[in-house]
Structures are given as structure tokens and as C-alpha cells.
């Protein structure tokens, strides 16, 4: 069974840091890309970054490019978005999402993602 636990969401202060970690298990994570979307309320869903099968790929959003850092570590089925600089604009849900694919880039669309892990929130207080 296919299943991906996002945590590391908590409460900050702006310009605080948090990560968070997306954990995978019953796939061969090696051979997926993996993204992070963030959904806040009465907004629509938004791709925040994503990450290459072999991690040489990455794409980040505008809105968080210089700030977030986005990594994984196939030995351990995970992958890490390092949040700095944090603005109260960054409080959503955060969900990380997978899709099976050998490449060297990443999906940067929703819709692109097969499997989707449960959500952990993140609240930037100004």
C-alpha cells in the first residue's frame, strides 16, 4: 500500500524556519518524483516545489523561491522542504504528493500526482 505521512508542520513566528518531512513506504521511492503543494483556506491548491526521482531536479514557486529549500534522501523514503524566512502568506496545509517517473525534472501541476499524503499544517503568525 502506497502511503505518504507529511509532518513537521507547527506554529511560527514570521521569519522563523520549520521542515517539513514526507515519509514514503510501500513504493520504490527511487523511481518517483515527489511535490509539495500547500492549500490555504478559501484559496485554491498551489504547487510550492518539487523534486526529481534522483533529486538533480528541483522547481519552486515564486513565492518561495531564495526561501525554501527542497531535498531527499532515497536511503531513508524521504523528502525534506526546509522553510525559512517564513511569512504569515505562507500559512496553508502542506501536502506532499508522488508520481511514478524516472526523470531528471519534476511536475510542477497537481494534477500530475497519483498519490497524496494526508496534510500538515503550517501557521506563521506576524
Known amino acids: 500500500e502506497v502511503q505518504l505521512q507529511a509532518s513537521g508542520g507547527g506554529l511560527v513566528q514570521a521569519g522563523g524556519s520549520l521542515t517539513l518531512s514526507c515519509a514514503a513506504s510501500?513504493?520504490?521511492?527511487?523511481?518517483?518524483?515527489i511535490g509539495w503543494f500547500r492549500q490555504a483556506p478559501g484559496k485554491e491548491r498551489e504547487g510550492v516545489s518539487c523534486?526529481?526521482?534522483?533529486?538533480?531536479?528541483?522547481h519552486y514557486a515564486d513565492s518561495v523561491k531564495g526561501r525554501f529549500t527542497i531535498s531527499r534522501d532515497n536511503n531513508k523514503n524521504t523528502v525534506y522542504l526546509q522553510m525559512n524566512s517564513l511569512k504569515p502568506e505562507d500559512t496553508a496545509v502542506y501536502y506532499c504528493?508522488?508520481?511514478?517517473?524516472?526523470?531528471?525534472?519534476?511536475?510542477?501541476?497537481?494534477?500530475?500526482?497519483?498519490?497524496w499524503g494526508q496534510g500538515t499544517q503550517v501557521t506563521v503568525s506576524s
Open positions: 504528493a508522488a508520481i511514478q517517473a524516472t526523470m531528471t525534472a519534476c511536475y510542477r501541476l497537481g494534477a500530475h500526482y497519483k498519490y
Open positions: 510501500g513504493f520504490s521511492f527511487d523511481d518517483y518524483v
Open positions: 523534486i526529481s526521482s534522483s533529486g538533480d531536479g528541483t
